[in-house]
C-alpha cells in the first residue's frame, strides 16, 4: 500500500488548518458519514503526531500519515489525496 499527496492538496491542507513545517495530519477511521471504502465508515482527519504509522507521505514539511490502527479501512489499497480545483477540495481516492 501506498500513500501520495499532491502539492497543492497539502497547500490546502496547510491553509486550511493553520499548518507549519514540522506539524503533522493523521487521517483515521470514524464510524459514519460517506466514505465508500467500508460500509458505516469514513475517513476524518486531526493534527497529531505519529505513534505507529502504516503509511505516511511528507510534502511540504508537514507529515500526511495513517496509524497502523486504521490500515483496515484501506483494505489492502493505495491512498491519494489530491486537491481538486473544479470542486476547490481535496478529494482521497483509494485503489489499486
Known amino acids: 500500500m501506498e500513500m501520495t499527496i499532491t502539492q ?3 497547500k490546502w491542507y496547510m491553509n486550511e488548518l493553520s499548518l507549519k513545517k514540522g506539524d503533522a495530519v493523521r487521517f483515521y477511521v470514524r464510524y459514519g458519514g ?3 471504502v467500508q460500509s ?6 486531526s493534527v497529531d503526531t505519529p505513534d505507529k504509522p ?3 507521505v511528507k510534502e511540504m514539511g508537514i507529515t ?7 490500515l483496515w479501512y484501506f483494505d489492502n489499497q493505495n491512498f491519494h489525496i ?3 480545483r473544479k470542486n476547490e477540495e481535496v478529494e482521497f481516492i483509494i485503489a489499486n
Open 82 to 84: 489530491k486537491f481538486s
Open 8 to 10: 497543492p492538496a497539502a
Open 40 to 45: 458505516g465508515f469514513s475517513l476524518a482527519l
Open 64 to 70: 500526511f500519515f495513517v496509524e497502523e490502527t486504521d
Open 54 to 56: 502504516a503509511m505516511q
Open 34 to 36: 460517506h466514505g465508500g
